[in-house]
């Protein structure tokens, strides 16, 4: 039986990709494109960010990536599956095995404390967590001294570092935020994309984030930049100041 490390060695570089991806809602006259023809490709241990204005399809683009919505058109992949081609039961299979998310409400469970809701999806699917990942999972997001407290004996950030362990407990292939950080305040905001960096950094996992701050999406190798259900531009290395500048003139644009 091959260990997780010789699993991970053999992997395809890329976790995941799009391939003439299109999503319309309606038809006729009441058709909207929220995707036009996307292709992207999500490179594995690295830290996506995915950014444009309202309506430019970057939501649409991670739940069609996570497989949480069906593509009209195009292909889906995670490593070497196929999403658009699964039926529901393999599907629902393959999210609850080898994607993890991050929402921006922390979707915990008040009457069990911050270990349970950790391996909660791990004990649903009766499954034992890796004793060793565990642990070091709960250290990379400093928890050790909060497992026993319940959800509301922790602050905000607390919370969403519970449900970045849940989504790094079961060690998918990839894991996809929606705005984790939106309903946190500065301070803890900058905390949870922390633990994010590290989790990219030191655990080696493949992060995506859909966030509309500058400031979060600095904390990525990359961001993907979306207008009007197409992916316009793309910047590596990315700062505050850079990403500001660019959703600038996304707005600029929008008015002219």
């Given at each position: 039986m091959p260990t997780s490390a010789s699993l991970v060695d053999h992997r395809s570089p890329v976790a995941a990709r799009a391939e003439r991806v299109v999503k319309a809602y309606g038809s006729g006259e009441t058709r909207v494109t929220a995707l036009d023809a996307v292709d992207v490709e999500i490179e594995?241990?690295?830290?996506?960010?995915?950014?444009?204005?309202?309506?430019?399809?970057?939501?649409?683009?991670m739940h069609c990536l996570a497989g949480l919505d069906q593509v009209s058109s195009g292909k889906i992949f995670v490593g070497d599956a196929e999403l658009s081609a699964m039926k529901d039961?393999?599907?629902?299979?393959?999210?609850?095995?080898?994607?993890?998310?991050?929402?921006?409400?922390?979707?915990?469970?008040?009457?069990?404390?911050?270990?349970?809701?950790?391996t909660l999806p791990m004990d649903?699917?009766?499954?034992?967590?890796?004793?060793?990942?565990?642990?070091?999972?709960?250290?990379?997001?400093?928890?050790?001294?909060?497992?026993?407290?319940?959800?509301?004996?922790?602050?905000?950030?607390?919370?969403?570092?519970?449900?970045v362990a849940r989504a790094l407990a079961s060690r998918p292939e990839i894991i996809f935020g929606?705005?984790?950080?939106?309903?946190?305040?500065?301070?803890?905001?900058?905390?949870?994309?922390?633990?994010?960096?590290?989790?990219?950094d030191e655990l080696k996992q493949t992060m995506v984030m859909v966030t509309h701050d500058p400031v979060a999406a600095a904390y990525a190798d990359r961001v993907l930049f979306l207008a009007d259900g197409r992916i316009v531009e793309e910047m590596s290395a990315p700062t505050a100041e850079a990403v500001l500048d660019r959703m600038r003139r996304f707005d600029g644009r929008r008015e002219s």
């Open positions: 594995r241990a690295r830290f996506t960010a995915i950014m444009g204005p309202s309506g430019s399809g970057k939501s649409t683009l039961k393999a599907l629902t299979r393959l999210r609850r095995d080898r994607i993890g998310f991050i929402f921006q409400s922390f979707n915990l469970l008040p009457t069990l404390n911050a270990l349970e809701n950790i649903i699917a009766g499954r034992r967590p890796d004793q060793a990942w565990l642990d070091r999972v709960i250290e990379t997001v400093g928890l050790a001294d909060r497992l026993k407290h319940r959800p509301t004996q922790l602050s905000g950030g607390q919370q969403q570092r519970v449900a929606d705005e984790p950080t939106g309903n946190l305040d500065s301070r803890a905001g900058a905390e949870v994309l922390g633990f994010l960096r590290r989790s990219v």
